[in-house]
C-alpha cells in the first residue's frame, strides 16, 4: 500500500467452508480509487517448521506424498500450530512425530508468508540442532505417507538447483539456514 491511502473498505465478508485445518471466505472491499471487487483467502492459523541437522551435519527430511499434487515432495517436517500453541512447541512435537528425533537446541531462523496472495499463512522455521534419535519413535499418523531423507546442505542445494520436488517452504527455510549450516 502506498504511502498515504487509505486501506481498501471491507464491504461484506462471507464465509464458505469451515475445516479442519483452513477456512475458506470471500471478501467484497472498495478500493482507495473506489473500485469494488471479491477477493478470496483461505485463513490459517500459520505452521511451524524446523531445519532438523543430526550432529554428523546431515539435514533431516521427509520424502511425503500431497494430494494437492498427486506426488511427493522434499520437505522439512512442518506443522499447523494448533489452538493456543506456540509455534516452539508445534514444531518440537512435530519432529518427534514426523521423523522420531529430538532436538536439544532450536534457534529461531523467523517466519514468512507462504502464500499472500491467496492466504494469510505464516511459517515459523527453527533450526533444530543437537538432534537425538528416539529410541521408539511414533507411529505415523493414518493420513501420513512419508520416509525420512539423510542428505548434506550441499545436496539439498543442488537438489533445489536441480528442480527436483522440493516445496517451497523448505527451500525458503534451507536459505533462511544456510548460513549456519557447516
Excluded at 493420513?143 to 522440493?166: F, K, R, T
Aim: glycine share 6%; aromatic share 10%; charged share 25%.
Amino acid at each position: 500500500m502506498a504511502l498515504g491511502k487509505e486501506p481498501p473498505q471491507l464491504l461484506k465478508q462471507r464465509l464458505l467452508y469451515l475445516g479442519r485445518k483452513f477456512n475458506f471466505e470471500v471478501n467484497s472491499l472498495r478500493l482507495p480509487n473506489k473500485a469494488e471487487g471479491d477477493w478470496e483467502c483461505i485463513r490459517h492459523p500459520g505452521g511451524a517448521l524446523a531445519v532438523p541437522v543430526t550432529p554428523e551435519g546431515k539435514l533431516v527430511l521427509v520424502r511425503q506424498y500431497r494430494f494437492s499434487i498427486q506426488g511427493r515432495l522434499l520437505e522439512f517436517p512442518a506443522g499447523t500450530i494448533e489452538a493456543n500453541e506456540e509455534p516452539a512447541e508445534t514444531i518440537k512435537r512435530e519432529i518427534e512425530e514426523e521423523i522420531g528425533y529430538r532436538a536439544h537446541a532450536w534457534q529461531s531462523l523467523g517466519k514468512f508468508a507462504l502464500a499472500p496472495g491467496y492466504s494469510d499463512e505464516y511459517i515459523y522455521a527453527f533450526l533444530a540442532q543437537d538432534l537425538e534419535k528416539l529410541a521408539k519413535p511414533p507411529a505415523q499418523d493414518a493420513d501420513e505417507d512419508m520416509e525420512n531423507v539423510l542428505m548434506s546442505p550441499d545436496e539439498l542445494e543442488q537438489a533445489i538447483l536441480n528442480g527436483e520436488a522440493i516445496d517451497a517452504k523448505t527451500i525458503c527455510a534451507f536459505f533462511l539456514a544456510r548460513p549456519f549450516l557447516n
